[in-house]
């Protein structure tokens, strides 16, 4: 069979890596407004995480239909569903802004959209790209959720600097434009899978979920890199309102942006590393790095510092945890078992459980762990377990 490689791959990367840093950048925008909320609404801290949390709680549901979508109908179907429920929710928030009960139904028909969007990552790129060359793209596409992340926590607070009615809508309003434009780009720009392949392939049968579910998990590690994810997600999100609770002024909102902008250059730069070092080796590093930069920048706050300094740890904090998501998700993808025909199962068995961390820890931390240091200890924790699961994994 002919293979060739497009130059076209490089456009589909860039408009996936718009459509999701469009979403990534309207989920976060929600994150330096949650004690806004909290007052507005008389709501309870974990009621207001609500609003961030709902959406990864939908990916849990609807990455396993998904996963069978895409192996069956491709990934390109999947991101468009995806993109446009991110259009419709985030489009429509600006409107929903005079109660608890309606912002949490934007965030709900959004959140519906995220898992298409995520899942088909790893197999729209394995479309365009060799296996072993698909890490960069992979890297670069996870890139654009956190830089997402980080632009919607720095400008938010930039675009409502007073919190009045007429600024907040505004400033959704901004981030909705962003979503929709990146649904209509991106169905007019993306193309599924190129005329013909980027290598050889073995063709393959399609799979019944139960038996593609079971090839996943023939190899041991398939069972740690999903906890890997849920840890690193979900830690992401308790750490960004976490920041914000620290700092509640504007600076807070430099903290947290930067440390996403960090989080960003983290998954664009790992699959790098990974290519040069191995996965192993760059990903124990990695989160080696971020718990030491953790303990720095939690032990920086108990003194009166230039922010500027603690904007850089966060940045270094960020970088080195997020390295071993993309990571993560690409060993996942590559595993033993793991083939085009269920490649997209693959994918959302990694990214469910990855979401249920962002569903379940934004809530249950300020609940478990009401005091700053009881919250910082517990990330602590999460860190060194994620350093154990990745010790004890078989790749290298």
Known sequence: MEQKLYGYRWAVVGIFWFVIFAYGANWFALSPMLK???????????????????????????????????DKKGPKLSISIGALFMALGFGIRP???????????????????????????????????????????????????????????????????DKS??????????????????????????????????????????????????????????????????????????ISAFIHALYPSKEGGYIAGVLLYGCAIGAFIAPFMAKKYGVKKVTLTAVGGALLFWLILFGLYQYDITWLLLVLVAFLFGACF???????????ETEKGVTEANVGIAASLYISISNIGAAVLPVIFPILFPTQIATFIAVLAGLIICILLWAITKKT
């Open 322 to 332: 997020q390295a071993s998501w993309p990571l993560a998700l690409y060993s996942q």
């Open 165 to 238: 009615t007429a600024q907040i809508f505004n400033g959704f309003l901004t981030f909705a434009i962003l979503a929709v434009i990146a649904f209509f780009l991106w169905l007019i720009i993306a193309k599924d899978h190129p005329a013909t392949p980027p290598e050889e392939r073995v063709k393959v049968e399609k799979m019944k979920f139960a038996q593609g579910m079971k090839q996943v998990l023939s190899s041991r590690n398939a069972y740690f890199y999903p906890f890997i994810g849920f840890l690193i997600v979900g830690i992401t999100l308790v």
């Open 36 to 70: 806004t909320f909290e007052t507005q609404f008389s709501v309870p801290d974990w009621e207001a995480h609500l609003l961030i949390s709902l959406i990864g709680m939908f990916v849990i549901f609807f990455a396993w239909p998904a996963g069978s979508l895409i």
């Open 95 to 161: 409107w929903l802004l005079n109660s608890f009960e309606s912002l949490l139904l934007s965030s709900v028909i959004a959140g519906i959209g995220l898992a298409w969007i995520l899942v088909a990552l790893g197999p729209q790129m394995f479309r365009w790209f060799p296996a072993k060359h698909a890490g960069l793209p992979i890297g670069i596409g996870a890139s654009g959720l956190f830089i997402g992340f980080g632009t919607g926590s720095l400008l938010m607070p930039l675009l409502t600097p």
